[in-house]
């Protein structure tokens, strides 16, 4: 049966397919075999802020630059690393979740670690691939290479953004100017994660939890044997107190057990009145530590106002974004710095490649590291999804 939100999600695709038939002539189409998987439409919105930035800021953005080829080398060793282990994980221990899952917002994929919300998948993957394609460009405008234009692109059902930096000028520049300019889509995505993660710890947490307004905190399970289920703590209870000390939340309830010791007896008070006492054992992972045997805490959210309701209905919005923002903007930065051609990381093997070998040797080495690349990454998606629907 169709869900609404299925309903939806083919709606918008519909929406989407329709907007390129009636502008195909707008736009450029490239096959694979006979099917057109990229629809490309050509722009130039954002070349003049992508000229003024990069000019502006050009001495800064080529130390950047130059900064993204050391992470992007990194990268590089790093991805290649993983998904080798991956692939040979596959016979050495099968049992072992892959390193790698296909995504696509909206889709259950069978055997994927990672399920991403339809409409924050589309709308973070829209802002990671256009900061992605900036940092192209910002970077080889910061050389004085030409952006000849920009534009959306359709990758099969998964909506993009591309910039277009002359591509002649660019093979005849130096190396580290070439390296620089292919790193920077990676390294700009990193920042960005950086960037999304520091707001969201330092800015948008606090202000949701000041809005959430915790009245105490709660739990779902209690351990066998432990001091909450001999003493009968109920579960799905909201508790304020210890020892008449106020408790608002499961981070305060964490910072006063730091005040007690393994046999301490104490007094948790629910929001009726109700007390239990109990006597602290050892924690089983530290024999110093104190220990309930409380699990699945939550805090529990107290009463709000209208606009309080709204504003952490605001958010909360906000803030799952920015975590699939966090999220796809680090697997689209390491993704695009594995060593297979067309990639972020493929040309900057070969690239450097060419530096140090004959450039047959070296165009050589570079199909035959991008066809191995892609036998282990093939092997590592499509391996789990057989597993899971077997």
């Avoid at 016979?91 to 917002?105: D, K, L, N, R, T």
Wanted: charged share 15%; aromatic share 10%; proline share 5%.
């Amino acid at each position: 049966m169709l869900t609404i939100n299925t309903i939806i999600i083919l709606l918008f695709y519909l929406g989407i397919f329709a907007l390129i038939y009636i502008n195909r002539k707008k736009f450029e189409f490239h096959k694979i075999g006979k099917i057109p998987i990229i629809s490309m439409l050509k722009t130039q919105f954002g070349v003049k802020f992508i000229d003024k930035v990069g000019k502006k800021y050009s001495k800064f953005l080529k130390i950047l630059g130059y900064v993204g080829i050391v992470i992007g080398a990194l990268g590089i060793i790093a991805m290649t690393y993983m998904i080798a282990s991956s692939f040979l994980n596959l016979f050495i221990a099968p049992e072992q979740a892959s390193g790698v899952s296909p995504v696509i917002p909206g889709v259950r994929i069978p055997g994927a670690q990672i399920f991403v919300p339809f409409w924050y998948g589309i709308i973070a993957l829209f802002i990671v691939i256009v900061v992605h394609e900036s940092g192209h460009g910002i970077i080889a405008k910061a050389h004085k290479l030409k952006i000849k234009s920009t534009g959306l692109l359709l990758f099969a059902i998964l909506p993009g953004a591309f910039v277009e930096p002359d591509e002649k000028k660019l093979t005849k520049a130096k190396n580290k100017i070439q390296q620089s300019v292919y790193a920077a889509g990676p390294w700009f995505n990193v920042l960005l994660a950086i960037l999304v993660m520091l707001l969201l710890l330092f800015v948008i947490s606090p202000v949701h939890q000041s809005l959430f307004n915790a009245k105490g905190f709660s739990f779902t399970e209690v351990g066998n044997q432990t001091p909450a289920q001999i003493d009968g703590l109920p579960v799905n209870t909201t508790f304020n107190k210890i020892n008449n000390i106020s408790i608002s939340s499961v981070l305060d309830l964490s910072n006063t057990l730091t005040e007690f010791e393994p046999g301490d007896k104490i007094t948790l008070s629910d929001e009726t009145g109700s007390s239990y006492s109990l006597v602290l054992a050892e924690h089983p992972e530290d024999a110093t530590k104190p220990y309930m045997g409380i699990l699945n805490l939550h805090d529990v959210k107290g009463d709000q106002t209208i606009i309080q309701k709204m504003l952490f209905g605001l958010i909360d919005i906000i803030a799952n974004l920015f975590f699939w923002i966090y999220v796809l903007s680090l697997g689209i930065g390491a993704a695009n710095l594995l060593p297979i051609g067309p990639l972020d990381g493929g040309r900057m093997l070969h690239n450097f490649l060419l530096t140090r070998l004959k450039k047959k040797k070296a165009e050589l080495l570079a199909r035959v590291i991008t066809k191995l690349t892609l036998l282990c990454l093939l092997g590592a998606l499509i391996v789990p999804i057989v597993k899971a629907l077997i």
